[in-house]
């Protein structure tokens, strides 16, 4: 066979020889051409992939930093940050997904999109949560204030009627009250639960010595006495939101 295909071969003219040979070289080098592509494509997309898992770590790594931010400021800001974070990231796991083949990499990244959106969920019960403690807040100070106001329209009056031992009665009830005061305050700042037990003997307390302060009192104080009773007992009740 090599031997009919040399006297064929030498049949041929010397330009399609010539034609035949450039004709291999083309095909040869547009072979190796697209291999080489094909190689470097493959390259770049493992770049690419590579390029977004880094993103997905360092979008992990802001995230948390995020987070503890918002624990620390609890501004509307800080929660605006947190979302942003996670949205990055979510969208950057999705972007990921599409490109990777393997089914055991997409079911890990699958488990991941939806650690994401756990995330998404309780971030969003925890904003929730801080959004009804501020409301709890505002309801503490306004009964504390209403409190605190009744004692002193009563401490002004008597002061009026020159009644010492009766004006240090009400003044020994207005101090306990901002004890007690300063106590929720510091419970409500921290979250601690230990410290509830703290404040809310500090308010029983107050209610107590306010109680008997009405045996103590003329009777035209009775009702601002008692006022100031609803509005301690509401108080206490509040600090258990």
Same mark, same amino acid.
């Given at each position: 066979?090599?031997?009919?295909?040399?006297?064929?071969?030498?049949?041929?003219?010397?330009?399609?020889?010539?034609?035949?040979?450039?004709?291999?070289?083309?095909?040869?080098?547009?072979?190796?051409?697209?291999?080489?592509?094909?190689?470097?494509?493959?390259?770049?997309?493992?770049?690419?992939?590579?390029?977004?898992?880094?993103?997905?770590?360092?979008?992990?790594?802001?995230?948390?930093?995020?987070?503890?931010?918002?624990? =620390?400021?609890?501004?509307?800001?800080?929660?605006?940050?947190?979302?942003?974070?996670?949205?990055?990231?979510?969208?950057?796991?999705?972007?990921?997904?599409?490109?990777?083949?393997?089914?055991?990499?997409?079911?890990?990244?699958?488990?991941?999109?939806?650690?994401?959106?756990?995330?998404?969920?309780?971030?969003?019960?925890?904003?929730?949560?801080?959004?009804?403690?501020?409301?709890?807040?505002?309801?503490?100070?306004?009964?504390?204030?209403?409190?605190?106001?009744?004692?002193?329209?009563?401490?002004?009056?008597?002061? =009026?009627?020159?009644?010492?031992?009766?004006?240090?009665?009400?003044?020994?009830?207005?101090?306990?009250?901002?004890?007690?005061?300063?106590?929720?305050?510091?419970?409500?700042?921290?979250?601690?639960?230990?410290?509830?037990?703290?404040?809310?003997?500090?308010?029983?307390?107050?209610?107590?010595?306010?109680?008997?302060?009405?045996?103590?009192?003329?009777?035209?104080?009775?009702?601002?006495?008692?006022?100031?009773?609803?509005?301690?007992?509401?108080?206490?009740?509040?600090?258990?939101?």
């Amino acid at each position: 066979m090599y031997r009919w295909f040399s006297h064929q071969l030498g049949n041929l003219s010397v330009n399609l020889k010539l034609g035949i040979g450039f004709g291999l070289v083309l095909l040869l080098t547009l072979i190796i051409t697209f291999t080489g592509w094909q190689g470097l494509q493959g390259v770049i997309d493992r770049g690419d992939k590579l390029a977004a898992i880094s993103r997905v770590s360092q979008q992990t790594q802001e995230l948390r930093n995020q987070r503890l931010n918002y624990e =620390k400021e609890r501004t509307a800001e800080a929660a605006a940050n947190v979302e942003k974070a996670l949205a990055a990231l979510d969208d950057n796991l999705q972007q990921v997904r599409k490109r990777i083949n393997d089914s055991q990499d997409k079911d890990r990244l699958g488990r991941q999109i939806d650690a994401v959106a756990e995330y998404q969920r309780a971030f969003t019960d925890l904003k929730q949560a801080a959004q009804d403690r501020e409301h709890s807040r505002g309801q503490l100070g306004t009964s504390a204030d209403r409190a605190a106001g009744l004692l002193e329209q009563i401490e002004q009056q008597l002061l =009026k009627s020159e009644s010492l031992s009766q004006f240090n009665s009400a003044m020994t009830v207005d101090k306990l009250l901002q004890n007690a005061r300063f106590q929720v305050r510091g419970y409500t700042y921290s979250g601690k639960p230990e410290f509830e037990q703290t404040a809310t003997a500090a308010i029983d307390q107050a209610a107590a010595q306010l109680n008997a302060l009405i045996d103590k009192l003329p009777t035209e104080h009775t009702e601002s006495l008692t006022n100031a009773g609803h509005a301690l007992a509401g108080y206490r009740a509040a600090v258990g939101l």
